[in-house]
T-cell receptor
Framework: DVKVTQSSRYLVKRTGEKVFLECVQD?????MFWYRQDPGLGLRLIYFSYDVKMKEKGDIPEGYSVSREKKERFSLILESASTNQTSMYLC?????????????FGPGTRLTVT | GQQLNQSPQSMFIQEGEDVSMNCTSS?????WLWYKQDPGEGPVLLIA?????ELTSNGRLTAQFGITRKDSFLNISASIPSDVGIYFCAGQLWNQGGKLIFGQGTELSVKP
């Protein structure tokens, strides 16, 4: 079974802090994604990566950056956390191939910025 | 950008009832997916649809890929308490490396 793990289930940070959210997958997948989930808005794509050191902006990249130094690890960085970044953050990794439909999700990190 | 409209936003039903939810899009998709998210967990894939008109079942769940490729529905028959959760539709284009566009979610509550 594919495993996608996220470093923390719950985080509380202060406004202005630098925040790192880590995601690790154990199946040697090339593609990895970061979403944020908010009530009534569904999941929105922040950034994604097709390979090591490659990154692409999603639909809402403002206020975020990412790092992919190793294939198994995809980090989401909040350079200066703000209260409107309080959300559930989900990492996902699909297997290779056309469509890559079975996007495996991690359990999520619920971030609160005070 | 592409958007999906999912309805209803929430449902509160009695155990044993059937449930129906749907998604519509302003754009066409190559694949439609339905996910369920249990509280405190990430979404889990329920059904994937690959062809316009396709009707697929997974136990008590049935989903269809609309003929226009701009919509999909999910039905749950004879609901049980463990069906509680948030259901998401998602559309995908094959040339975008796995990128998904999600609906807003339907929160389902089942009263025993």
């Amino acid at each position: 079974d594919v495993k996608v793990t996220q470093s923390s289930r719950y985080l509380v940070k202060r406004t202005g802090e630098k925040v790192f959210l880590e995601c690790v997958q154990d199946m040697d997948h090339e593609n990895m994604f970061w979403y944020r989930q908010d009530p009534g808005l569904g999941l929105r794509l922040i950034y994604f990566s097709y390979d090591v050191k490659m990154k692409e902006k999603g639909d809402i990249p403002e206020g975020y950056s990412v790092s992919r130094e190793k294939k198994e690890r995809f980090s989401l960085i909040l350079e200066s956390a703000s209260t409107n970044q309080t959300s559930m953050y989900l990492c996902a990794s699909p297997p290779p191939g056309q469509g890559a439909q079975e996007q495996y999700f991690g359990p999520g990190t619920r971030l609160t910025v005070t | 950008g592409q958007q999906l409209n999912q309805s209803p936003q929430s449902m509160f039903i009695q155990e044993g009832e059937d449930v129906s939810m749907n998604c519509t899009s302003s754009s066409i998709f190559n694949t439609w997916l339905w996910y369920k998210q249990d509280p405190g967990e990430g979404p889990v894939l329920l059904i994937a649809l690959y062809k316009a008109g396709e009707l697929t079942s997974n136990g008590r769940l049935t989903a269809q890929f609309g003929i226009t490729r701009k919509d999909s529905f999910l039905n749950i028959s004879a609901s049980i308490p463990s069906d509680v959760g948030i259901y998401f539709c998602a559309g995908q284009l094959w040339n975008q490396g796995g990128k998904l566009i999600f609906g807003q979610g339907t929160e389902l509550s089942v009263k025993p």
